[in-house]
């Protein structure tokens, strides 16, 4: 196919969006030449500047809506356009939905070959807004300054979220809608005090100078824990006290209170020690009638309720009789396999980080599990190298949930060689997850069950549950 040679860096065209594209973005066409549009829904016709092109593809951003969706719905935060969070927040949920199945379906369908692929399921959030577990804010120098505002305002100071693609430009943040009622409070606390005590001044990631670095939130959707964690690039309680105290005094939901001390130059939030300011050095979290230990720097589902929406589609996707021997592959903290542990004979869960297998070890003995063990594990080279353990059996079922990028291709390859009756594939890419079901296809597995969990809506992201069995 011929590009259209009138499509270039600059131009400005009038595109009708067709869908939403995997990452957010709508899909449209000229002459039949797929442009990615910034900032447009299925159902407007926008005028969109073309700012990248690539072969087979251009990239723009949408100017001005022509003609407006009939799915359009007003995006309750101010701060919407412009955070990089809730990209399709002004898109109807149900056709949010609509779109992410479509994705899926496209995933397989198309890229990975499955003609017959379907959706058996999709399963809607209970909550779309204040859903979310886990935030993280950055405290800054450079606040990102909104075209509507005043020429000289100050932009010394912000406590918010990252400008899409600019790692020093901070949004400042007054309203998450996506986070607890709670979280808003203690940003506005936060701000306030800051900016009234000139010693909390903000590191500065290119000079690395100054103190406070990240605020980071998490609840305990089901058992009202909270934890508030400071995080600073040295060690100073009695300068943090000026904000510590007025949080404690102000939020009596606080339940939690820690400062992680970050000297490094790296941009995390992960801290190289921690001080215990308030309470206990972890929250807790109930997911069915399990109870995990969660520290500010453990990884849980960010979700809880439709975390154990998936969860229990697992359970389902497994049909546990008790006498199942599992292996949980890129099993972090172990939530999925504890989950399914008193349902299974044994489970063995297999993880890369060391500091998530300690949280795997702790959530066993919190919750009186004695079935369930955790081996450190590189999964791009351990099987395939022959360095499981001969003690452990081979497995019945195995339960694989990996990052963004998929399984690397040699544990594509290897995975069928373990023989087990069923794998039940979790997965944040149906991309990459169709790549690698299309692998295990060929090795003589066969899809089963196929179920979409929304887990963050208003958001691009989708997770999925695909079984297969031989």
């Known amino acids: 196919m011929n590009e259209p040679a009138t499509i270039?860096?600059?131009v400005e065209l009038e595109l009708d969006i067709e869908s939403l594209?995997?990452?957010?973005?709508?899909?449209?066409r000229k002459d039949n030449f797929v442009i990615f549009v910034k900032g447009g829904i299925p159902g407007q016709t926008v005028l969109a500047r073309i700012y990248k092109k690539r072969k087979g593809h251009a990239e723009a951003r949408a100017q001005e809506i022509i003609k407006e969706s009939p799915n359009s719905v007003i995006a309750p935060c101010k701060h919407f356009g412009t955070c990089g969070g809730c990209k399709i927040q002004?898109?109807?949920y149900q056709e949010q939905l609509n779109e992410k199945e479509d994705q899926v379906k496209d995933a397989f369908q198309r890229l990975a070959g499955f003609d017959d692929f379907n959706l058996d399921q999709s399963i809607p959030a209970d909550s779309i807004f204040g859903y979310r577990n886990k935030m993280e804010f950055t405290f800054s120098p450079h606040r990102w300054v909104m075209d509507s505002e005043p020429q000289g305002v100050d932009r010394s100071f912000a406590v918010g979220l990252h400008i899409p693609g600019r790692y020093d430009k901070i949004l400042d943040i007054h309203d998450c809608h996506i986070q607890p009622e709670v979280g808003n409070k203690v940003l506005s606390i936060a701000r306030e005090i800051c900016l009234e005590t000139p010693e909390l001044r903000p590191y500065d990631p290119k000079t690395h100078i100054g103190f406070l670095r990240y605020l980071m939130l998490r609840f305990g959707v089901n058992t009202g824990h909270f934890m508030v964690n400071l995080v600073t690039s040295y060690n100073d309680i009695n300068k943090l006290s000026s904000l510590s105290d007025v949080l404690l005094e102000k939020v009596p939901e606080i339940t939690s209170l820690v400062n992680n001390v970050n000297t490094r130059k790296a941009d995390v939030a992960f801290g190289e020690y921690e001080?215990?300011?308030?309470?206990?050095?972890?929250?807790?979290?109930?997911?069915?009638?399990?109870?995990?230990e969660i520290s500010a720097n453990s990884f849980f589902q960010t979700n809880t309720v439709q975390g154990e929406k998936l969860y229990k589609e697992v359970e389902k996707c497994s049909e546990l009789?008790?006498?199942?021997v599992i292996y949980d592959l890129y099993c972090g903290t172990g939530t999925i396999g504890l989950y399914l542990a008193r349902q299974a004979k044994e489970v063995y869960g297999f993880e890369v980080i060391r500091s998530a297998l300690d949280d795997a070890d702790k959530n066993a003995d919190r919750n009186d599990i004695n079935n369930a063990q955790f081996l450190k594990a590189n999964l791009?080279?351990?099987?395939?190298?022959?360095?499981?353990?001969?003690?452990i059996p081979k497995p019945d079922i195995v339960i694989v949930d990996p990052?963004?990028?998929?399984?690397?291709?040699?544990?594509?390859?290897?995975?069928?060689?373990?023989?087990a009756k069923k794998i039940v594939y979790v997965s944040c890419n149906p991309t990459t997850q169709a790549r690698d079901s299309k692998i295990l296809a060929e090795k003589g597995y066969n899809i089963n069950r196929a179920v979409m969990v929304d887990m963050f809506p208003h958001t691009p992201h989708i997770e999925t549950v695909v079984s297969f069995s031989k």
């Not at 009789?321 to 199942?324: I, M, S, T, Y």
């Not at 791009?380 to 003690?391: H, N």
């Not at 990052?403 to 023989?419: C, E, I, K, S, T």
């Open 90 to 92: 002004n898109l109807s």
């Open 321 to 324: 009789k008790g006498e199942e």
């Open 21 to 28: 594209a995997y990452g957010g973005m709508g899909l449209a």
């Open 403 to 419: 990052p963004r990028a998929g399984m690397h291709p040699d544990m594509v390859q290897y995975l069928p060689r373990l023989n």
């Open 275 to 292: 001080t215990l300011l308030y309470g206990e050095s972890f929250i807790q979290e109930k997911i069915g009638d399990l109870t995990f």
């Open 380 to 391: 791009d080279t351990f099987f395939k190298s022959g360095q499981l353990p001969k003690r």
């Open 8 to 10: 270039k860096r600059g």
